[in-house]
């Protein structure tokens, strides 16, 4: 049974050292960044829109039949700033020169009912934008074929992304608490 408390106790620091990014700063000399989103996950079907902080939305135009390609843009504040056709493990970055957003594609997946892109986002805030509002409410607004698709705010990211600073500190605080109140017992 001491191996079992080795094992959670092991487990919970990896769960604990996981989000030490979430601070969403980082600081190079005397230039600061701040991370707005840091890898977080995403996934969107087909003609679906995700909005990002200070304006950025992302909106897939179109899947390739084999699911080998994707057809991408890159709004800000609904004006076309890059598009691209994008395979799996292809980047959209813009601008090129000063990556304030970082997509990733990681896959994508042809189903019966929905073509869906799979991908990463990593946001730095635009030093030519204003402040991003700290405001999470999301609202379904329709889009032009007249169904429902879930919007967020210009400045606000989707909550439920993956991966989750609170989730993993939290897990890994109780594992760490669990294993230790075991592994005294055992000193005992």
Partial sequence: MPRVSRILLLLSLVLLAYPADCL??????????????????????????????????????????????????????????????F???????????????????????????????FFYVRQCRDPDLPEPAPSLDMTPTPNASGSSATSTPQDAPDPDSSPGCGACMAAGAMLLYVASKRFARRQR
């Fill in 24 to 85: 969403n700063t980082t600081t190079g000399g005397s230039n600061e960044t701040q991370i707005l989103i840091d890898g977080a996950g995403y996934a969107l079907a087909n003609g679906e829109q995700r909005a990002f902080y200070q304006g950025y939305s992302v909106i897939i135009k179109g899947v390739d039949a084999k699911g080998e390609s994707a057809w991408i843009e890159l709004l800000q504040n609904g004006t076309s700033v890059s598009y691209g056709i």
């Fill in 87 to 117: 395979e799996a493990e292809d980047c959209l970055v813009y601008p090129e020169d000063g990556e304030i957003f970082n997509m990733t594609i990681d896959h994508i997946y042809v189903g019966s009912q929905k073509d869906l892109v």
